[in-house]
């Protein structure tokens, strides 16, 4: 089994492919309108803040428990932990599936405004046309489901090819990709007449608008966007070597997903504000507001269609990190081949995605908790998986691990790393106090 492991070719094919599971529409789509919701520059800082002390502990130890193991997530809890610990992997492998279920659904929703975009569908519209253009395409029961099962296909294709043919390959194309056109539109964005207002807002810390569901928010966009908490990062480390630097360059991955995101917030709160527009619109303000905004810009068209190959490429690199652990489950845990698990596990998603996209048309009259399939999908896996895997991971890296975590964490022996000790404190006190008082507090009130 492990003689046939995939394995990284090189150190920046893994950063590649670990900055695309982490870059993803949590970055592009959410980050913007979730920071907008919190009152900009405040939601900022305690984003970083998690970030720095949750995020980063919480990547290193997956990385490390993948690496040391060498196997799926179920696999490798019971090799270090027994039986009961397996269930934190198998939870994560269930996560997987219900993120992919709603992220097939709003991917799809992007390849669909590349091709609105191209064809200028917008053109002279404002933000109420928009907005009843986006609700008539998400509600139709077929269209967007037709384009969710195109992207279904391309992530399929992706990991049919294997960690270093299919992944690393792919990655390696697309995240510079992803860069450049989030580099041009950034430029564009903070260049239009007015957007220093949107600037201001985006970097300004407004306090009063914090409360503790901010935290609670920072927390759970920090697990998303990180990919955290269910063991897509403890997959990719089971794809590395025992060679590679791995505080170093699970730093790297960090650093460069909180880049993303940050810039994506430079192009989308600028636009907006330039364009007079509302920064809380939640979650259609990608969708409703950008386009009017493009419309109103010189080039709007290139530009806007340009803003949705990036949404769509990020998209893609991180529902290929989510196949990839239901994948190496199927492959480690079950016996099955790759091309029998990538398929059949692809036909499931496809298939689970479709009451999710129904649930923003004819079947928007079924909600649980006031919530429909496609709000639920999101906020169980952000808000409550993601966040109590990342709870249970550190409690596992930090006490049921404990010194044989940093033994983990060194790519030789006697690797000298002067914050293992922080590191270790952090994994045993802070992450898990820290995140079971924000999730209580989230809950309570
Ligand atoms: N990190 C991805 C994003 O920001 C989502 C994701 C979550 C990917 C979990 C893989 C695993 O969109």
Avoid at 111 to 128: C, P, R
Avoid at 209 to 223: D, I, L
Avoid at 352 to 362: K, Y
Avoid at 406 to 420: C, F, R, V, Y
Wanted: glycine fraction near 12%; include cysteine; charged fraction near 10%.
């Amino acid at each position: 089994m492990s003689a046939e492991r995939g394995h990284w070719s090189s150190r920046v094919g893994f950063i590649m492919a670990s900055a695309g599971s982490a870059v993803g529409l949590g970055n592009v789509w959410k980050f913007p309108y979730v920071a907008g919701d919190n009152g900009g520059g405040a939601f900022l800082i305690i984003y970083l803040g998690c970030v720095l002390v949750f995020g980063l502990s919480l990547v290193m130890a997956e990385l490390a428990i993948g690496r040391v193991t060498q196997l799926n997530p179920a696999g490798a809890f019971r090799k270090l932990g027994g039986r009961g610990w397996a269930m934190v992997g198998g939870m994560g492998v269930l996560t997987a599936f219900i993120i992919l279920s709603f992220y097939i659904v709003v991917a799809g929703w992007t390849l669909a405004y590349i091709v609105f975009m191209a064809g200028n569908t917008f053109g002279g519209l404002d933000v109420e046309q928009n907005t009843a253009i986006f609700t008539q395409f998400v509600s139709s029961p077929i269209q967007p489901l037709v384009y969710a099962a195109v992207f279904t296909l391309m992530v399929i294709g992706v990991v049919l090819g294997g960690v270093s043919s299919g992944i690393e390959r792919a990655s390696k194309w697309l995240m510079p990709l992803l860069f450049i056109l989030l580099i041009i539109l950034a430029i564009r964005s903070v260049t239009l007449p007015g957007a220093g207002e949107g600037v201001a807002f985006y970097l300004m810390p407004d306090w009063s608008r914090v409360t503790g569901a901010t935290w609670g928010g920072a927390v759970s966009q920090a697990f998303f966007s990180l990919s955290l908490g269910m063991g897509a990062m403890l997959t990719y480390g089971s794809y590395m070597s025992r060679q590679q630097n791995l505080a170093r360059d699970a730093s790297m991955v960090v650093g460069l997903d909180t880049l993303v995101a940050l810039l994506a917030g430079l192009v989308i709160l600028p636009a907006v504000f330039s364009a007079g527009f509302e920064p809380g619109a939640g979650p259609g303000l990608t969708f409703m507001t950008l386009p009017a905004v493009f419309a109103e810009m010189p080039a709007g068209a290139l530009f806007g269609s340009a803003f949705f190959v990036l949404l769509a490429i990020a998209a893609l690199t991180s529902a290929v990190s989510l196949l990839e652990v239901v994948v190496s489950y199927c492959v480690d845990q079950k016996g099955l081949s790759r091309p029998a698990a990538t398929i059949g596990a692809g036909a499931v998603i496809f298939v689970i995605g479709i009451p999710v996209s129904l649930s923003q048309g004819i079947w928007s009259d079924i909600t649980i908790a006031g919530k429909s399939f496609l709000d639920l999908a999101d906020f169980i896996t952000a808000s409550v998986m993601m966040p109590v895997g990342g709870l249970l991971i550190a409690v596992f890296a930090g006490w049921v691990m404990g010194p044989r975590a940093i033994e983990a964490l060194k790519s030789h022996p006697d690797q000298a790393l002067p914050l293992a000790g922080l590191w270790l404190f952090i994994l045993r006190f802070v992450a898990p106090l820290g995140i079971a008082w924000i999730l209580i507090q989230g809950f309570f009130f």
